[in-house]
């Protein structure tokens, strides 16, 4: 039997372990493991010599991730087509949101080593000290701080300037949404930023654009192409706001999917589009 106290210690951790694990390794079921694990150690130890619960909590997510990325970025090596993150939907966010990442930026970490994404994540977006990144890392305090600079030079190009106020992004989203739908070429021309791409990732369970299209001129005839061959079976279900970006959930022949939109100016810079049913499992449909 746990002493008193101990598994409300945990439960009290419970939600930013979720989200450290999540940012860490991009997967809502792989972070959830991360974080069961973390629970079977932390019945297993003598607490009585823990002196700060949330940072041994903290560091042992952080190595488990660590552990388990070096096994996920050989398959991500092998990967069919472009990897996204699994799409994190506003209704999740008292659980994994409060951070403020967008999905932008989680592909932005996609970059980096998993020492400098731990580094980045624990210190810039979690607010942890050098020297407590560094015992998680298990890097000395110099080495830990160059792994930050580092990280943060590589995620600050694509921080965005100013975030989609949600009726704005709302009205863009259905908006791109008819466009693709009727091909409309206008439409199209208008919302999509001269180097604007699209991400889609099919997992190799689904028929999927196994590369990243850039350019407004191939995304137009892709998009009306579409319209097409399928326009009449594109269902638009709801606006949502995906990993910070405003997007929508819909459905072409019965295939779930959703759609995240990266904005400047006005103008759609980035798609992302997750199609894996694998990573859609949790989304709503209404």
Not at 123 to 144: C, K
Request: glycine content about 6%.
């Amino acid at each position: 039997m746990l002493p008193d106290g101990v598994t409300e210690i945990f439960e009290m951790q419970r939600r930013l372990l979720l989200r450290l694990a999540y940012r860490m390794l991009g997967s809502h079921a792989e972070a959830e493991d991360t974080v069961q694990e973390a629970w079977v150690r932390w019945q297993g130890i003598e607490h009585s010599s823990i002196r700060e619960p949330a940072a041994w909590l903290r560091r042992v997510v952080t190595r488990l991730c660590l552990d388990h990325m070096k096994s996920a970025r050989s398959r991500r090596e092998i990967y069919p087509g472009p990897w996204l993150p699994e799409p994190l939907m506003e209704e999740e966010s008292d659980d994994l949101r409060p951070d403020n990442l967008t999905l932008t930026l989680m592909m932005a970490l996609e970059r980096l080593s998993p020492l400098e994404r731990a580094a980045f994540l624990l210190h810039d977006v979690f607010g942890q000290s050098l020297d407590e990144v560094a015992e998680a890392i298990d890097r000395s305090p110099a080495a830990a701080r160059q792994l930050a600079v580092r990280a943060r030079a590589h995620v600050h190009v694509d921080r965005p300037r100013y975030a989609v106020p949600r009726e704005a992004g709302e009205k863009l989203a259905r908006a791109f949404f008819d466009a693709c739908k009727t091909g409309d070429a206008t439409a199209l021309s208008s919302l999509l930023a001269e180097g604007a791409t699209l991400h889609s990732d099919g997992g190799g369970n689904i028929y999927n654009v196994l590369n990243i299209i850039e350019g407004a001129a191939k995304l137009m005839r892709m998009f009306q192409s579409l319209s097409r061959k399928r326009g009449d079976k594109m269902e638009y279900l709801h606006f949502a706001m995906i990993d910070g970006l405003p997007g929508f959930v819909w459905r072409i022949g019965g295939e779930l999917q959703t759609t995240a939109l990266d904005v400047a100016a006005g103008q759609i810079t980035s798609i992302y589009v997750t199609r894996n049913p694998e990573k859609l499992t949790r989304v709503r449909l209404n």
